[in-house]
C-alpha cells in the first residue's frame, strides 16, 4: 500500500489535469471556426458533463485536503466561466409587469407529429397537448403539411379542428418544414438578403423562415429556423452505447473518425452559413425572436455568431443549470434555442415541457412585450 498509494496518487493527479485541461477545451471551443477544425466544436457539445466531472472532481480533492489539485478545478471553471454562465446558467425567472402584455411561445420540433414512445395509444398526443398548452403562439419544425393524413400519426378530422379552433391563424409553405400557428394573425415574410449572390445561393436551401404576428396591434417579427442537423444513421447514433469493451471501444472509435466525424464538420460549417445568413438578412429588424431546432448547443461557433449579433438566450437569463432538449440515443444535448432581442421585449420564463412523443422536448418561453 505504501508503494501503490503514491503511484495511484499521481495516475489520478494526471487523469484531473487531463480533464480540466479538456474541460477549458470545450469552454472555448466555440471560439474556433469549424471552416479549419472540428475537434473543438465537438468537445462543445460535452462541455457540461466535462464541467460537472471537473466540479466534482475538484469536491474531491478538497475533501483529500489537496488544496493545490481543487484549486486547479475551480480556476478550470472560472476561466470558462464565460460558456459556462450560457450552458449551466444561474438565473431565475422575472415577474412581469402587467399580465396584459405577456404571451407565451412554444417552440417544438414535432417529428412531423409522430410518437416515439406510445404510438400504441389511440389518438395523437402531441396534437392533443398543443391544442390544450394555452400557448398563444406555436412555432413547429419537421411539420410539412397538417392536413397530410399520411404524414400525420393518427390523423383525424376532429383532431385538427379542435386545434385549429383554438389557433384560428395559421402560417407556412407545405415546401419547407416550418410552421406557426398562432391565436393572431400571423404571416410569413419574403426578407430580402442584402447580398443578391448569397441570396442565389441560400434561397432555395434556407433552413429558416421569417413570420410576423400582429399581438393587439404591435407586429412582432419571428424567425422560426430549423438548422441543419448532423445527419447521422440510427446505426452511427448508438455507436456510444454500444461500447462494452476494449474490442467495441476500437471498432467504435474507427467509425467515429472516419464515418461520423466528418459528419459532424460538415454540419457546423453548414449551420455556420446558415446563422450568418438569418443574421446578414434580419439585421436591422427589432425586436425580433428567433426560435427553434438550432442543433446546435450554447457556446458552438453558431451561438456565438447569434450573441454578437445582439440576440440574448432566453433559457440563459431564466433558469438555473443545464437542460437537454434532445432525448434520445444518449445525445442529452440542448440544442433548442430561443433568442430574442429588441427594447421593449423581455424573456419572463423559459420551460421544457415533458411531452415525449418527439424526439424533441418542446420549449415554453412567457415573453413580456411593451
Given at each position: 500500500m505504501i508503494i501503490i498509494s503514491p503511484i495511484l496518487r499521481l495516475v489520478l493527479k494526471i487523469a484531473?489535469?487531463?480533464?480540466?485541461?479538456?474541460?477549458?477545451?470545450?469552454?472555448?471551443?466555440?471560439?474556433?471556426?469549424?471552416?479549419?477544425m472540428t475537434l473543438p466544436s465537438v468537445l462543445v457539445l460535452a462541455l457540461p458533463y466535462l464541467a460537472i466531472a471537473t466540479l466534482i472532481t475538484g469536491i474531491a480533492w478538497l475533501l483529500?485536503?489537496?488544496?493545490?489539485?481543487?484549486?486547479?478545478?475551480?480556476?478550470?471553471?472560472?476561466?470558462g466561466w464565460g460558456t459556462l454562465k450560457d450552458v449551466t446558467p444561474i438565473a431565475f425567472s422575472r415577474q412581469a409587469k402587467s399580465e396584459r402584455h405577456t404571451f407565451?411561445?412554444?417552440?417544438?420540433?414535432?417529428?412531423?407529429?409522430?410518437?416515439?414512445?406510445?404510438?400504441?395509444?389511440?389518438?395523437?398526443?402531441?396534437?392533443?397537448?398543443?391544442?390544450?398548452?394555452?400557448?398563444?403562439?406555436?412555432?413547429?419544425?419537421?411539420?410539412?403539411?397538417?392536413?397530410?393524413?399520411?404524414?400525420?400519426?393518427h390523423w383525424s378530422r376532429g383532431a385538427m379542428d379542435s386545434l385549429y379552433s383554438v389557433y384560428p391563424y395559421r402560417a407556412g409553405s407545405i415546401n419547407n418544414d416550418l410552421k406557426v400557428l398562432s391565436k393572431y394573425p400571423v404571416r410569413m415574410l419574403t426578407p430580402v438578403n442584402p447580398d443578391p449572390e448569397e441570396e442565389e445561393y441560400w434561397r432555395p436551401r434556407r433552413r429558416w423562415r421569417l413570420f410576423?404576428?400582429?399581438?393587439?396591434?404591435v407586429s412582432l417579427p419571428i424567425v422560426n429556423f430549423h438548422l441543419s442537423s448532423y445527419n447521422l444513421t440510427d446505426t452511427e447514433r448508438e455507436v456510444v452505447t454500444e461500447i462494452r469493451g476494449v474490442r467495441t471501444a476500437k471498432r467504435s472509435y474507427t467509425e467515429f473518425r472516419y464515418e461520423i466525424f466528418p459528419k459532424l464538420g460538415a454540419a457546423f460549417r453548414e449551420r455556420a452559413k446558415g446563422v450568418r445568413d438569418l443574421v446578414s438578412t434580419t439585421e436591422g429588424i427589432s425586436p425580433l425572436i428567433a426560435c427553434?431546432?438550432?442543433?446546435?448547443?450554447?457556446?458552438?461557433?453558431?451561438?456565438?455568431?447569434?450573441?454578437?449579433?445582439?440576440?440574448?438566450?432566453?433559457?440563459?437569463?431564466?433558469?438555473?443549470?443545464?437542460?437537454?432538449?434532445?432525448?434520445?440515443?444518449?445525445?442529452?444535448?440542448?440544442?433548442?434555442?430561443?433568442?430574442y432581442r429588441g427594447e421593449g421585449l423581455t424573456a419572463l420564463k423559459v420551460k421544457r415541457l415533458p411531452l415525449d412523443t418527439s424526439d424533441h422536448y418542446p420549449m415554453e418561453v412567457t415573453f413580456e412585450l411593451e
Open positions: 484531473s489535469i487531463v480533464l480540466f485541461i479538456v474541460t477549458l477545451a470545450a469552454a472555448f471551443g466555440g471560439y474556433c471556426n469549424p471552416e479549419f483529500k485536503g489537496r488544496l493545490i489539485m481543487a484549486a486547479l478545478a475551480g480556476l478550470t471553471l472560472f476561466a407565451r411561445l412554444i417552440t417544438f420540433n414535432c417529428l412531423h407529429l409522430a410518437d416515439t414512445t406510445k404510438s400504441q395509444l389511440p389518438g395523437n398526443r402531441a396534437i392533443k397537448y398543443l391544442t390544450e398548452s394555452g400557448a398563444d403562439i406555436i412555432c413547429l419544425q419537421e411539420m410539412l403539411n397538417l392536413e397530410d393524413p399520411s404524414e400525420i400519426h410576423e404576428v400582429d399581438i393587439h396591434g427553434g431546432d438550432f442543433n446546435d448547443v450554447a457556446g458552438s461557433w453558431a451561438y456565438r455568431i447569434m450573441r454578437n449579433a445582439g440576440f440574448k438566450d432566453a433559457y440563459s437569463e431564466t433558469n438555473f443549470g443545464p437542460v437537454n432538449t434532445f432525448n434520445q440515443f444518449m445525445f442529452l444535448f440542448h440544442i433548442d434555442q430561443i433568442f
